[in-house]
């Protein structure tokens, strides 16, 4: 899983997460009966390590773009019934949508 806590079968490529994916069994494939492994670059030191570098990488270019006024925020809050239903991704997702539809539509037109 992303954040650390999951596994994945060598071979099949699934991947599980035990907070919202788990296996049927914990540390066993569910198809293949195989046992799942960690990836190194999937323990929770090493999430936190790649979201230290990510906010440091990505905190001077929200900056910049917020100060050219062109930076445009979602975090779904505006769909507070998919939020409430622990689906911040749709909720985020039904914000995006118009919102690059309607960049796309000008650009088109311009």
Same mark, same amino acid.
């Given at each position: 899983?992303?954040?650390?806590?999951?596994g994945? !079968?060598p071979?099949?490529g699934?991947?599980?997460?035990?907070?919202?994916?788990p296996p049927a069994v914990?540390?066993?494939?569910?198809?293949?009966?195989?046992p @799942? $492994?960690q990836?190194?670059?999937d323990t !929770?030191?090493?999430?936190?390590?790649r @979201?230290q570098?990510?906010?440091e990488?990505?905190?001077? @270019?929200?900056e910049?773009y917020?100060?050219m006024? $062109?930076?445009a925020r979602?975090d779904g809050?505006d769909?507070?019934e @998919? $939020?409430?239903?622990d689906?911040?991704s749709?909720?985020?997702y039904a914000?995006l949508? !118009?919102?690059?539809e309607?960049?796309l539509?000008?650009f088109?037109?311009?």
């Open positions: 899983g992303r954040g650390g806590g999951g994945a !079968p071979a099949s699934r991947t599980y997460a035990y907070d919202f994916n914990e540390g066993v494939d569910d198809v293949t009966g195989e @799942l $492994v990836r190194e670059d !929770p030191e090493a999430v936190r390590a @979201l570098v990510y906010s990488s990505a905190t001077p @270019l929200v910049h917020s100060q006024g $062109v930076l979602f809050e769909q507070p @998919l $939020v409430a239903q689906r911040r749709d909720a985020i914000s949508r !118009p919102y690059v309607a960049r539509q000008a088109a037109q311009a």
